[in-house]
């Protein structure tokens, strides 16, 4: 029979949360750091914004490969090794794109492929931690709290590190990030593979278990979960990737866009704890549909109104919106399919195709003086994504049991 592990005090084993969080923290740097890349490839290296859209989508595209290259597997793999895969794998993509300014498009296309495909196998070792916790909203809730937390220091940082060393200082601290991520991982991670063996015995004498599988991995819910969250991703990401240009039409200096920004990302923090600790109370179908329609009207809006204020409300709302329907979605899917975050591995694959496709085609729709038709195409595209999330999230709550916080 085997032992059961040590458990922390939030009734997880021990280090789960801890080495999970690490290792997705460390996979998040091709996307949600988008903007940096954007500024950095039209300001910096002197690229139309088309272009830099491009950079960024070759990047998420590589995440996706990666997800879904591991969607299959991820439950029996040795996560540590993975995680120290993607690491080595971004931090040289990191170093080199900091020294082929002058290299041209194609040079830079290479290191964002590679640094793509490095964060996403961080990225899903992460979340394939984190789906073997038993309180799957409170786990991604944490994830994403602290991931926000990096986002917010990086987008306020970036504008000082380019001034104090252009272009080499912020990617050399996404490096140092990387490789503190790496260590906590190797230090507190446990190991998976037990976890999922013992899952796998739990699981043996429980009724509706094939079930369950069969509903995770075959039923239309995963189909409707996996639209809700690429047509998400595909409209923040298309908005998140010229942020700061649409902060300049909006009237606002590129310091106070670039700092506002960063600290917008903390009402985030509200939002990404919200499954966590409204869920119990309202249904996950009815707060992930809530923030879906909240983060599609502030695309509109900073889009539409090109004033301060618009941009300043619209982006909150993005903002609470996206960050409570991120943990929301691996919550629900981590509860559909408990056998080794199979699921959760191909909803990151979905997400990150969402993600690609948003600054590919974000440079005509967005990159330019007229946001207009780019607005309505991303609001809408986000709007759909609204009823969608019901159904899988209504059945995710039925197949577990209350939580206990």
Known sequence: MTPKPALSRFGEPRGLLIGGIAAGVAGVMADLLSPIYATSFHKGFGLTNTEA???VTAALGMMAVSEFGLAHSIGHRNLKHVTTWGVALSCVALLYISEVSDNGFWSLFVGMAV???????????GNAALSFAGNSERAFGLLTFWYMIFVF???STNPVLRQMYPIVLPYAAMVAVQLLCLALVWWKLPDTQELAAQRAA???????????????????????????????????????????ELGDTAGLSS???ATFLGVSQLIGLLGALAPWLLGPLVGRGALGAAGFLLAAVGILMVGLVHTPAGYIAGNLAVNLGYWVTLPLALSVASDLDRDGGRLVAFMLGMSSVG?????????PLLGGTDTTLGAWVFGVLGLAAVPLIIAPAVAADRAVPPRSG
């Open 53 to 55: 859209g491009f950079l």
């Open 255 to 257: 310091q106070t866009t």
């Open 355 to 363: 993600l690609a496709l948003g600054p590919s085609l974000a440079g």
């Open 115 to 125: 640094l793509g495909l490095g964060c996403g196998l961080s990225f899903v070792a």
């Open 202 to 244: 739990a699981l043996t004498d429980g009724a509706g278990t094939a079930e369950t599988r069969e509903l995770a991995l075959f039923s239309p819910l995963p189909v409707l979960l996996g639209l809700a969250v690429t047509l998400s991703q595909l409209s923040v990401a298309g908005l998140w990737t010229f942020a700061q």
């Open 153 to 155: 220091v990086m987008m």
